[in-house]
Every structure is written in C-alpha cells, then in structure tokens.
C-alpha cells in the first residue's frame, strides 16, 4: 500500500534530485504525479548532481527524463571533479568515508539552494530524494520526512522527503514497468546499482560495466592506484578485479592492470 500522499502545496519550490537510476527515476515520477494532482507542476525542479565520475548515458537519461515531463533541470558540479580529488587525497573512498558524496553533490547542491534561495526572503523548499532502507544499514536509519537544519537559515526552511525509502527493489522495479518509461541503459547491461561508473561499492559486474562505459576514468583510476600505492578497495586492487575482462581497454591501459 502506498503512504499518504505529501502536500506539495504548502512549498514554495521543490527540488527532485536525480541520478538516472532505478530509485531517483521512481521518486520524481511520483512526485510529478502528485504534483499534477496538486497543481503546483510549476514548482518542481530537478537537480543532476555531476561528479565527473558517471556514466555518460546519466545526464541524456535525466535530460530526457526532465524534457518528457516538462520539468527544469539543474546540473551542478563539485569544485574539482571526482578522480582529483581522489588522487589530490591519494586514498579511495570507504563506508567511514564518502567525501564523494559530501563534495560531489551535498557540497553543490547545497550552494544551488543557497544561491536561488536567500535566507533573507520567506521560502519553504522540499528536498526530495531516492534513497532506500533495503540498500544499506546507514540508509535504513533514514527518516522519511525530517527538516534539513544545514540548509535552513533565517527566513529560508527546508525539508527532506524520500518517497521510495519503504519500497524494495522488486517494488521499484514493478512501478518502472508500470510507467512505460525506459530505464537507464546500465540496467539492460545487468547492472544492479546505478552510481559512478567505476564505484568503490559497486559489485563486480557494475565495475566492469562502468569500466567498459567509461574506459578513460578506468585508466585514470588504474594510474592513481598504481602511483599512490593504495588499493581501490580493502586488499582488493582495481586491477585485480579488472582482471581478466580487460579487452576493452586499449593497450596501454591494458599495460597498467599488471598482477
């Protein structure tokens, strides 16, 4: 059974941030549903967080997405692309720390609301989001609705809504099929999770598609791990789980996945 529906019309603007996967595509399609219901389609936005870092297919996925709905999109960008501020760190990403996350796209969006939003004038803003309790221990602590105190600031209030974060992924995708959109073209490749193209907590079969996706952030990350000495996971190199599917490499990349 579906959760009651949130009343849209007590926001001024309502920010939907999407990714191009499975969740994010399921979260503003529900929410442009109510939206409509509710009268208020004209205060819906999309933000596309870019870490430069993704599958290329990412944005044309959230540009046609937005299009199709007639929804504005707002692409940000993190003061430095991912990959170096990863080899500026020289070490990877782990559970305890996910500055991809803080810097790629809290971090911009963040200063996308400050900048159209001043704490000077009266707004109520509704952050929306796709995350879901089923994908890990951290997100299961989640609220479904809870205020943002980071972004809210004088006459500036804002809230965080996950509409998905009930929903198990045989639900997410039974709602995909529902709608007749297409998904993201990751998912026809056998990917599980939609991310960075080359993510530290990806599966091996979302790696190696990422890699085949992205061959250049692959040998970027292959030459980070080399010169830094550091394994892209806990005892496991890139290399290594690259390793032996590395024919879409060109030759002087296949050259950097040596054991």
Not at 86 to 115: D, E, F, Q, V
Not at 164 to 183: D, M, N, T
Not at 232 to 252: G, I, V
Request: aromatic share 8%; proline share 5%; with cysteine.
């Amino acid at each position: 059974m579906d959760q009651e529906p949130i009343d849209l019309t007590v926001y001024h603007a309502i920010y939907i941030q999407i990714s191009g996967g499975k969740d994010s595509q399921v979260s503003l399609t529900r929410i442009r549903q109510l939206a409509r219901e509710q009268g208020v389609l004209h205060r819906l936005n999309c933000i596309y967080a870019d870490t430069g870092a993704e599958w290329r297919e990412s944005v044309i996925h959230c540009d046609w997405l937005c299009k199709l709905f007639g929804i504005p999109l707002y692409t940000v960008y993190p003061i430095r692309p991912l990959p170096d501020e990863i080899a500026r760190r020289g070490m990877w990403l782990s559970m305890k720390c996910r500055y991809c996350t803080s810097m790629g796209k809290h971090a911009p969006i963040s200063k996308l609301i400050r900048n159209r939003h001043p704490f000077k004038e009266p707004a109520r803003i509704l952050m929306v989001s796709g995350e879901r309790r089923e994908e890990s221990p951290q997100r299961a602590k989640l609220a479904e609705f809870e205020q943002d105190t980071e972004l809210s600031a004088g006459q500036r209030q804002v809230f965080k809504y996950r509409p998905v974060l009930k929903l198990r992924k045989w639900e997410i995708w039974q709602k995909i099929r529902a709608s007749g959109l297409k998904a993201h073209p990751a998912y026809a490749l056998g990917n599980d999770r939609l991310s960075c193209a080359l993510c530290v907590f990806a599966n091996i079969t979302d790696l190696k598609n990422g890699a085949r996706a992205r061959p250049d952030l692959a040998q970027r990350y292959l030459e980070i791990e080399r010169k830094k000495h550091h394994d892209f996971r806990y005892k496991q190199s890139l290399a290594s789980l690259l390793h032996p599917s590395c024919s879409f490499l060109s030759e002087p990349e296949r050259n950097l996945v040596h054991i």
